[in-house]
C-alpha cells in the first residue's frame, strides 16, 4: 500500500532532533485473519513543508531489504510528544507517542485497531 497525506499542527519546537532520523522496529497485526502481516518496521523522519510537520518514509525489513510502504507527513502535538496523521485515502488514523528514543502507537482502520507499533531509534 503506498500513500501521501499532509496533516499539521503547525508548531516546530525544538524537537528536529529528538524526531529525525530512522527508527525501527515491530507493526504487529491486530486483525487475523485478514491480508495484514507482522513486519519489522524500519521509518525514516525527516523535517516536513512546514512548522511542526515532519515527513514519514516507511519501509517494512523482507530479507534484510527495505521494502517502501508509503510516505506521509505527521504532525507534531509537543503537548504530548504525539506525531499524528490520517490518511483519507485509506480511512486510517496513526497516532505514534514518542518517549526518548522509543516511538509507540497505533494504526487504527475506522474504528478498528489494525497495529500495534512499537520503534526504538537507531
Same mark, same amino acid.
Given at each position: #500500500? &503506498? ?6 499542527? @503547525?508548531?516546530? @519546537? ?5 524526531? /529525525? @532520523?530512522?527508527?525501527? *522496529? /515491530? ?11 507482522? =513486519?519489522?518496521?524500519? %521509518?525514516?523522519?525527516? +523535517?516536513?513543508? *512546514?512548522? *511542526?510537520? %515532519?515527513?514519514?518514509? #516507511? $519501509? +517494512?525489513?523482507?530479507? @534484510? ?5 508509503? =510516505?506521509?507527513? %505527521?504532525?507534531? $502535538?509537543?503537548?504530548?510528544?504525539? &506525531?499524528?496523521?490520517? !490518511?483519507? +485515502? %485509506?480511512?486510517?488514523?496513526? +497516532?505514534?507517542? !514518542?518517549?526518548? $528514543? /522509543? #516511538?509507540? *502507537? ?17
Amino acid at each position: #500500500m &503506498l500513500f501521501f497525506a499532509a496533516c499539521s499542527y @503547525g508548531q516546530q @519546537g525544538n524537537t528536529d532532533s529528538l524526531l /529525525t @532520523g530512522t527508527w525501527k *522496529g /515491530t507493526s504487529i497485526c491486530q486483525v487475523r485473519p485478514s491480508p495484514c502481516h507482522d =513486519e519489522i518496521a524500519v %521509518y525514516h523522519i525527516s +523535517k516536513g513543508p *512546514g512548522p *511542526g510537520v %515532519y515527513r514519514m518514509v #516507511m $519501509n +517494512k525489513l523482507v530479507n @534484510g531489504v527495505e521494502e517502501d510502504m508509503g =510516505e506521509s507527513d %505527521y504532525s507534531f $502535538n509537543p503537548k504530548d510528544n504525539t &506525531l499524528f496523521c490520517y !490518511i483519507e +485515502k %485509506y480511512k486510517v488514523t496513526v +497516532k505514534l507517542t !514518542i518517549k526518548g $528514543n /522509543t #516511538m509507540e *502507537g497505533t494504526l487504527h482502520s475506522g474504528e478498528k485497531l489494525y497495529r500495534i507499533i512499537k520503534l526504538s531509534k537507531e
